[in-house]
């Protein structure tokens, strides 16, 4: 065979595989048996309802319908776990066909707020993306800051000479991670690859970098000396504000300028600042409308056919991720179904038993992967690869299959003043008005979480989507480290998939016929988050009131019909803990969600559900909250010690410790009622035994 017959059928071998995971018939047996026990609880609750006037008939009822609630929340959760899927991409063979084919990738990192989300941090996310081992010609990072903040710019300027040196070293030592933040936290092992004295000297220069943004940061303004290193501070002036400033758009480096080179001399990536012009009373739709303008100017700038999401806080922890990502997209046979590729949210700061359950291993490698198993896998908002007209609204068609744009920019005459202008316009607020944007095109506006119901729309268009959970984490974010942070993000998150299934992108409607069933199910186990509140709170009033008040709920132990309702709880929780462990949890780990799971579904979930009922009467209107990045020193320290760090006062806690406080009266109080009765039977006995004897 000759050296071309020989590429050619490389190149004709699949880019990945899939693989679905073991013990799916013993799964389905084991399910059949737990529906079989619902079954018998149902009609237990049907055949013992008490009669009209008798005492407890209403509680009966409620407990009824709320156990009706739990097994078709638990029926919607099967599917996905009938159906888990590995997505396995062969990165040697696309070194191999295809390394001159690789098309142009840009990078979009959001940020919203200098204070909320430090600078710093953000540069860390930027440097460890510009180090992606990628050809750089063919690497574009925008980094869209909504706040509009020159501190950022100038955190930004700093960043892009510091890579000068930092690429070079990530290349020269193949280091793991690529933020510096990461990296240097670690140990130095003087065994390793790294030599001391650069490892030392290029520590010292990031140390430095940071101290300088700091301290403009504490100072509180920029520098005349500073401005003048840039004409792009010229941009900024009073009239700038977080909410009101016109569009900024700066090429900070131009991947075409044969200048701009790494210590090296290698070409160094494309990197540009963009600010979104907002104006108050204008609708600007948070991060999706950020999303979009990142879109619009990154086809006018580079126009790459691969576009990367990712949240300021979210680093690059594999260098290698943008080519086992290509891998689904390239294959000759099924990549170009593929619409996008989503990886798990990981992050970097979570505690081995991990108190607030930030990241259940469960979910990660089993739910998702199931939706993933249908070609439906969720877009998470971050960690995310799309295929740039997708994301742009076209529909799928087996018949027109992708060429990939292999240019890179350096035939592209127009000067960067033209770019930058030229971008500014499509970054305008007004330029979306009377177009697509937001509704077929972009990311879907009028929900807050705007991923969501996004990848639902691209799949409903006939894409399908891969989720990807490498062994090694491809990225690794920062965990809210106080319960208050925690909660809040749930309460937003429950309250936006809420307002999707009450929207007309309810699964069960818009995706009828467009996508599989299984996947419609799987989708509703986030969307009915909210409402799933009602049953949860239900079973933490009712029955403990019921117990004070010496009102039967459930069959004696004594009864046939407790095996049902003992079966049912055992089998879910014994089955929860083995696949938490198998997943690579701890039983404490486990311990902890449950414990979360019920926190989250009495607040969180409780105000979201109350939030989207006063939303749908027209009362309030949709907002969005985000939640700090970073955390205090102290409040950091007690979260790895793992102790729970309650955060600022919230009326959440206050409905916590209610209900606890109404679980503990309950039970004492029918303690006491039980030895009481238990003192005045056996006086009883006492005080008839004499009686008894003098009768006979």
Not at 173 to 186: C, D, G, L, M, V
Request: aromatic share 12%; proline share 5%.
């Amino acid at each position: 065979m000759g050296r071309e017959e020989s590429v050619k059928a490389e190149a004709a071998l699949p880019l990945f595989d899939i693989k679905q995971a073991k013990g799916r018939v013993c799964h389905r047996l084991f399910s059949s048996t737990v529906f079989f026990g619902i079954c018998l609880i149902w009609f237990y609750r049907l055949t013992n309802i008490p009669g009209a006037g008798q005492q407890g008939r209403l509680s009966w009822i409620g407990m009824f319908i709320s156990e009706l609630m739990f097994s078709f929340y638990w029926i919607l959760t099967q599917p996905v776990r009938w159906n888990v899927s590995y997505y396995l991409p062969f990165k040697d063979r696309l070194l191999h066909s295809y390394e001159d084919k690789l098309p142009g990738v840009d990078i979009f990192v959001c940020t919203a707020d200098p204070i909320m989300e430090p600078p710093a941090m953000v540069i860390n996310t930027i440097l460890s993306v510009m180090a992606y081992n990628y050809p750089p010609e063919k690497l574009s990072i925008y980094l869209s800051d909504d706040g509009g903040s020159n501190f950022t710019f100038y955190a930004l300027l700093e960043a892009s000479h510091f890579s000068k040196r930092w690429i070079p070293f990530c290349r020269k030592f193949n280091i793991e991670p690529r933020s510096p933040e990461a990296y240097f936290s670690q140990h130095f092992d003087a065994q390793n690859t790294v030599n001391p004295r650069e490892w030392l000297a290029t520590k010292k220069q990031y140390e430095d970098m940071k101290e300088r943004i700091q301290a403009v940061i504490n100072k509180g303004s920029i520098s005349e000396e500073i401005k003048n290193q840039h004409k792009g501070f010229l941009e900024w002036n009073h009239n700038v504000t977080k909410q009101n400033h016109h569009p900024i758009v700066k090429i900070v480096i131009d991947g075409r300028d044969k200048k701009s080179v790494d210590n090296d001399g290698i070409q160094l990536p494309t990197l540009i600042y963009l600010a979104r012009e907002k104006k108050l009373n204008w609708p600007h739709n948070f991060k999706a409308g950020a999303m979009n303008a990142l879109i619009r100017v990154s086809s006018e700038i580079s126009n790459g056919d691969i576009i990367l999401n990712l949240d300021c806080d979210m680093h690059a922890n594999n260098a290698d991720a943008i080519r086992e990502a290509l891998c689904f997209f390239m294959d000759e046979q099924r990549g170009h179904q593929i619409a996008y590729v989503q990886h798990p949210q990981n992050f970097n700061n979570i505690i081995k038993n991990d108190i607030y359950a930030n990241n259940p291993h469960a979910v990660n490698k089993v739910e998702l992967a199931g939706l993933g198993g249908y070609g439906a896998a969720l877009f998470c908002g971050t960690g995310c690869f799309h295929r740039r007209n997708s994301l742009c609204g076209s529909k799928y068609s087996n018949e027109n299959k992708q060429v990939w744009n292999v240019k890179t920019r350096k035939g592209d005459k127009r000067t960067i003043n033209e770019l930058e202008q030229r971008s500014k316009v499509l970054a305008s607020s007004s330029y979306e008005k009377g177009t697509q944007w937001g509704k077929e095109m972009g990311l879907v506006y009028g929900c807050p979480v705007e991923d969501i119901v996004t990848g639902l729309t691209i799949q409903c268009r006939g894409w399908k989507s891969v989720y990807y959970n490498p062994e090694r984490e491809a990225f690794l974010g920062v965990a809210p480290a106080t319960l208050d942070i925690s909660l809040i993000q749930f309460k937003r998150w429950s309250e936006g998939m809420f307002q999707i299934f009450f929207s007309k992108y309810c699964p069960f409607i818009y995706g009828h016929k467009k996508i599989k069933l299984g996947a419609q199910m799987g989708y509703c186990i986030y969307l009915l988050w909210a409402p799933l509140s009602l049953p949860t709170l239900y079973y933490v009033i009712v029955p403990p009131l019921c117990l004070l008040h010496g009102i039967p709920l459930f069959p004696k132990v004594s009864s046939p019909w407790f095996i049902p309702f003992v079966y049912v709880f055992l089998s879910r929780n014994i089955y929860s803990i083995v696949e938490a462990l198998r997943c690579g949890s701890t039983l404490k780990a486990w311990w902890n969600l449950q414990r979360m799971v019920m926190i989250r579904r009495t607040t969180s979930f409780f105000f979201a559900f109350v939030d989207t009922i006063i939303k749908k009467l027209g009362l309030s209107q949709t907002t969005f909250v985000l939640t700090a990045k970073v955390a205090a020193e102290d409040v950091s320290t007690r979260y790895e010690q793992q102790v729970m760090e309650f955060g600022s006062s919230s009326i959440m806690f206050t409905l916590i410790a209610t209900l606890a406080m109404l679980n503990l009266i309950s039970l004492a109080g029918a303690a006491v009622k039980t030895v009481m009765l238990v003192e005045y039977l056996e006086m009883e006995r006492c005080w008839n035994r004499p009686n008894i004897l003098n009768g006979s």
